[in-house]
């Protein structure tokens, strides 16, 4: 499985893509070096990005703070900056989540 996960700047940047007005929020699964991600927000107004940070945040157990949409806020596909986050640490949490 390619990484989602690749060092930027003081930390890491994950490669997404959302899936809005799902029935639940889930982790689907890897593809490629993108992670798939259903949110049952709506894409309208924010909502579903801000669905999206506070998701990620509580899935990898980090504040809210430590997590910036940095490029992909009105599209599908979002690049997602974790801060001072180290890559390996979050592979491996993601690794743990995706075999629940």
């Avoid at 690749?6 to 890897?30: F, M, Q, W």
């Avoid at 910036?68 to 592979?91: A, C, H, M, N, Y």
Wanted: aromatic share 8%; with cysteine; net charge positive.
């Amino acid at each position: 499985m390619e990484s989602p996960f690749r060092p930027y700047k003081s930390g890491s940047l994950l490669h997404l893509r959302v899936t809005p007005n799902a029935s639940r929020d889930s982790i689907e699964g890897c593809v490629e070096g993108v992670l798939r991600l259903k949110l049952r927000a709506i894409p309208a107004e924010g909502a579903a990005n801000a669905a999206c940070v506070r998701y990620l945040s509580k899935r990898f157990d980090l504040p809210k703070s430590r997590l910036e949409i940095v490029r992909g806020e009105k599209s599908r596909e979002k690049w997602i900056w974790f801060k001072e986050t180290d890559p390996s640490v979050l592979i491996q949490q993601l690794d743990k989540i995706l075999s629940e």
